[in-house]
């Protein structure tokens, strides 16, 4: 599937939307936002890319922070910051947090200070968000943010995804997955870009294209 051309942004609002206005230099570095609902396989899209020897020396992954539980083989500090809910609206207050959203229960942010201290660097930044992050790096960075979402090959594909990856996950929650997925892929239009992951090195060959393409522009 070929990538798609950019189209009308749907409207989208987060609760979380800080009050950040001022203008950023376009010559800082450039944001990747991987989209796409869970069981999608925007997390292994991104993880994969970051090794690859060539975007390794371009491309860096941002780390959330996160108030759920650490999964198995999930490291503090690597995969996620995980903290209390207490420390995250404590941070939130503070405004260290750039952009937020709560999933299932669970609360999910950006720190400010990460992306800041990168961008002005000159560096690039990978980020897996939902759809909701996604408008608002759009929003306060529009022409340094570069939204791509990953479409499953059909909803009976992703269903088998989720529940693989949530064995240990409660019935309850995995439905609450399936029924946010159907929404968040009505959204897929209005994205920069738009992969199919049908088959995974063919998905990461095409994002692949699509982040050396933007650096390089």
Same mark, same amino acid.
């Given at each position: 599937?070929?990538?798609?051309?950019?189209?009308?942004?749907? =409207?989208?609002?987060?609760?979380?939307?800080?009050?950040?206005?001022?203008?950023?230099?376009?010559?800082?570095?450039?944001?990747?936002?991987?989209?796409?609902?869970?069981?999608?396989?925007?997390?292994?899209?991104?993880?994969?890319?970051?090794?690859?020897?060539?975007?390794?020396?371009?491309?860096?992954?941002?780390?959330?922070?996160?108030?759920?539980?650490?999964?198995?083989?999930?490291?503090?500090?690597?995969? %996620?910051?995980?903290?209390?809910?207490?420390?995250?609206?404590?941070?939130?207050?503070?405004?260290?947090?750039?952009?937020?959203?709560?999933?299932?229960?669970? %609360? %999910?942010?950006?720190?400010?200070?990460?992306?800041?201290?990168?961008?002005?660097?000159?560096?690039?930044?990978?980020?897996?968000?939902?759809?909701?992050?996604?408008?608002?790096?759009? =929003?306060?960075?529009?022409?340094?943010?570069?939204?791509?979402?990953?479409?499953?090959?059909?909803? =009976?594909?992703?269903?088998?995804?989720?529940?693989?990856?949530?064995?240990?996950?409660?019935?309850?929650?995995?439905?609450?997955?399936?029924?946010?997925?159907?929404?968040?892929?009505?959204?897929?239009?209005?994205?920069?870009?738009?992969?199919?992951?049908?088959?995974?090195?063919?998905?990461?060959?095409?994002? =692949?294209?699509?982040?050396?393409?933007?650096?390089?522009?």
């Amino acid at each position: 599937m070929k990538t798609a051309k950019r189209q009308k942004k749907h =409207k989208l609002e987060n609760n979380g939307l800080p009050s950040i206005r001022q203008s950023h230099s376009q010559s800082q570095g450039k944001i990747f936002v991987i989209s796409g609902p869970s069981g999608s396989g925007k997390t292994t899209l991104l993880s994969r890319l970051i090794q690859d020897k060539e975007i390794s020396k371009l491309l860096i992954k941002s780390r959330s922070l996160t108030t759920r539980h650490r999964r198995l083989g999930e490291r503090q500090g690597k995969d %996620y910051f995980f903290v209390t809910k207490d420390e995250f609206r404590r941070l939130l207050k503070a405004k260290k947090i750039l952009e937020w959203t709560r999933y299932l229960g669970y %609360y %999910y942010g950006t720190p400010r200070e990460l992306v800041e201290a990168q961008l002005k660097k000159g560096r690039h930044i990978g980020f897996c968000l939902d759809l909701k992050g996604a408008a608002i790096l759009k =929003k306060i960075y529009p022409k340094n943010t570069v939204t791509v979402f990953v479409l499953p090959p059909s909803l =009976k594909t992703l269903k088998t995804r989720i529940e693989g990856r949530c064995k240990s996950t409660d019935k309850k929650e995995v439905a609450q997955r399936l029924r946010l997925a159907r929404r968040e892929l009505l959204a897929a239009p209005g994205f920069d870009y738009c992969i199919l992951n049908n088959n995974l090195q063919v998905a990461l060959r095409e994002l =692949k294209e699509i982040v050396l393409a933007q650096i390089r522009s």
